[in-house]
């Protein structure tokens, strides 16, 4: 039930339009790769690659669930893809590639997907500096391979080319998923951006007609009191006290009217609806 449990949340976490996209394809893309990490690990135990090698493969088949579902339950996704990112750029990426034949193998492919998946579960600063690192430890290992061939583990032929096919499968099959994943996460995107600009122009419509209609039935009570008022300051007969009340009354009714009437001449631009001369 634990297990299921597990799944139904990483389901859940990848599919809420509520989370952020980095997150979600990050989720997406560790599954996917320590998928093609179980494969892997079973092709390079079937031809006999280096143990050291099949080490790598397990621990990472290993760590990488743990360390993503910790990410998943204590919510520090961004923590968790660092770490995975670090330990692929000093541990797993040179491990492959020396312990795996190097160019005659298929770890030189790794550093493709290491460019990926640094260039999609990271961002801001973080990316930058990740990628450069990437780069920087692809020449190393290029260096080292080539000034000094004698730390790399030699593969024969016949396992080069199954080295190099299941890697360019599995690297292709997950930038794949990943192409197909992004796609439909930005038309899901799009479509929520589009219904909540829809939902906003609705709701600008709904205010305008508000205060439109309000300006309208406040206005009309206060030019009945304007013009009443206006009476009182025309009897002949009023007291000095009335007629300063009245003024009063006269000088609050037209402050208020105009500013009932600005908030009118808002909402018609805001519809459109004003014509300025």
Known sequence: MTVIRLIKSVIDLIRDPGKSFADRVFVLLTIISDMAVAVALIGDIIF??????????????????????????????????????????FFILPGIFFFGGGIEGGGFLCFIFAFLYVGLVLSGTWRSVMLVLVFIMTLFC?????????????????????????SIIMVGVVCLVMVIFQNRLFKQENRIAKKEAERAEELNRSQNRFFSSMSHEIRTPI???????????????????????????????????????????????????????
């Open 48 to 89: 006999g690659e280096s143990l050291v090698e099949i080490g790598i493969l397990i621990a990472t088949l290993i760590l990488v669930p743990i360390f993503t579902y910790m990410g998943i339950y204590f919510n520090r996704i961004d923590i968790t893809a660092r770490l995975i990112v670090v330990g692929l750029i």
């Open 142 to 166: 290029y260096l080292t391979a080539y000034y000094h061939p004698e730390m790399v583990f030699k593969h024969s032929k016949a396992m080069s080319y199954v080295d190099t096919f299941i």
């Open 223 to 277: 030019n009945s009191i304007l013009g009443l008022n206006e009476l009182i300051l025309r009897d002949k007969s009023a007291s000095d006290e009335i007629v300063k009340d009245a003024n009063g009354i006269a000088g609050a009714g037209k402050m208020l009217l105009a500013l009932i009437n600005d908030i009118l001449d808002f909402s018609k631009i805001e519809a459109g609806s004003m014509d300025i001369v």
